[in-house]
């Protein structure tokens, strides 16, 4: 009895940190319901985001896409990305909107002109954590996004790769600054800080772990 209690706890302790117990089973995709997606759509078109409804698609072995939209128009551009599930959609436009854009001008006197996407949907397995290889990346349900840049209109780029660690205190301090945001609208956000496998992005992933790194 003992030894099943502090299994139990144990479980709960990783799941607490946003890692999935050794020999996890693989989750297949949860579709979220019809009036979460509902209420998500009617957000976006009150915070005039511009966006196209997508159909539902199970692809098997645990990827799927269900209440996903494309967003067409946030107020800035993005590249590379594609479906998102409706809620990261939603969180990610906001952060984008409301805390990077204000951060850009605030920090470099220019205005954002583009954020580099590198991708949403992907049917593959969480990377860079040999404890979690088995289990499906947010990506996998559409529900994560990575972001490697951001382009202001002066010309001037700030990557994830080069500039995290940059030696010039208001670059480093933006890059810390949209990451912080981040934490506060999406459950689990992953920055170079976190693993090698992130040196180059920001992983934002709309879910209930509360795992900031």
């Known amino acids: 009895m003992k030894r099943r209690a502090l299994a ?30 509902a209420q998500c759509l009617a957000d976006l078109t009150r915070e005039g985001v511009a966006f196209r409804s997508l159909p539902d698609k199970d692809y098997g072995a645990g990827c799927g896409v269900y209440g996903a939209v494309q967003l067409t128009d946030i107020g800035v551009p993005v590249t590379g990305i594609t479906a998102m599930r409706c809620g990261n959609a939603r969180a990610f436009s906001a952060w984008v909107r409301n805390a990077v854009a204000p951060a850009a001008y605030q920090t470099f006197g220019s205005e954002l002109a583009r954020v580099e996407g590198m991708g949403t949907y992907a049917c593959r397995n969480v990377v860079g954590s040999p404890r979690n290889a088995g289990r499906r990346s947010g990506h996998a349900i559409a529900n994560a ?11 001037r780029r700030v990557t994830i790769l080069r500039d995290w660690r940059s030696e010039d205190d208001a670059t480093r301090n933006f890059l810390q600054t949209v990451r912080a945001s981040a934490c506060r609208r999406f459950g689990t956000v992953l920055s170079p800080d976190y693993n090698a496998a992130h040196a180059n992005h920001l992983h934002l992933e709309d879910d209930s772990v509360s795992f900031c790194r």
Do not use: H, Y
Request: glycine letters at 18%; proline letters at 10%.
């Open 8 to 37: 139990l706890l144990l479980l709960l302790a990783a799941c607490g940190r946003g890692e999935a117990p050794r020999g996890g089973a693989r989750p297949e995709p949860q579709r979220p319901s019809v009036r979460q997606t």
């Open 145 to 155: 996004t990575d972001v490697g840049g951001f382009v202001l209109k002066d010309g």
